[in-house]
Nanobody, 116 residues
Framework: QVELAESGGGLVQPGGSLRLSCAAS????????MGWYRQTPGKERELVAR????????FVADFLRGRFTISADNDKRSWNLQNSKLRVEDTAVYYC?????????WGSGIQVTVPS
């Protein structure tokens, strides 16, 4: 059974930075895509960033480019979302996900709060 665990969320002042991490455990044979979504109350979950395992190509949503970056450790079992210049509107629950072995796995979500 594959499980994802997020860490690194919390409260950060506007303009600050935060690093979210996701660690995958369990039997994984072929990793396709690692990434992050976020969701605020009353809104649909939106893509933040994703990273293809091969050839290691990363994508960040246009409205976040320049402030958010995604990276993965060499073993591809953990990946990170570096958030900088955070804004109030970045407040959300952030979910990591993994597409592997023809399945999609989700973390339980972690709260990031940027107070006004």
């Amino acid at each position: 059974q594959v499980e994802l665990a997020e860490s690194g969320g919390g409260l950060v002042q506007p303009g600050g930075s935060l690093r979210l991490s996701c660690a995958a455990s369990g039997d994984i044979f072929s990793i396709g895509i690692m990434g992050w979504y976020r969701q605020t109350p009353g809104k649909e979950r939106e893509l933040v960033a994703r990273l293809q395992s091969v050839p290691g190509r990363g994508f960040v949503a246009d409205f976040l480019r320049g402030r958010f970056t995604i990276s993965a450790d060499n073993d591809k079992r953990s990946w990170n979302l570096q958030n900088s210049k955070l804004r109030v509107e970045d407040t959300a629950v952030y979910y990591c996900y993994l597409a592997a072995d023809s399945k999609t796995y989700w973390g339980s979500g972690i709260q990031v709060t940027v107070p006004s």
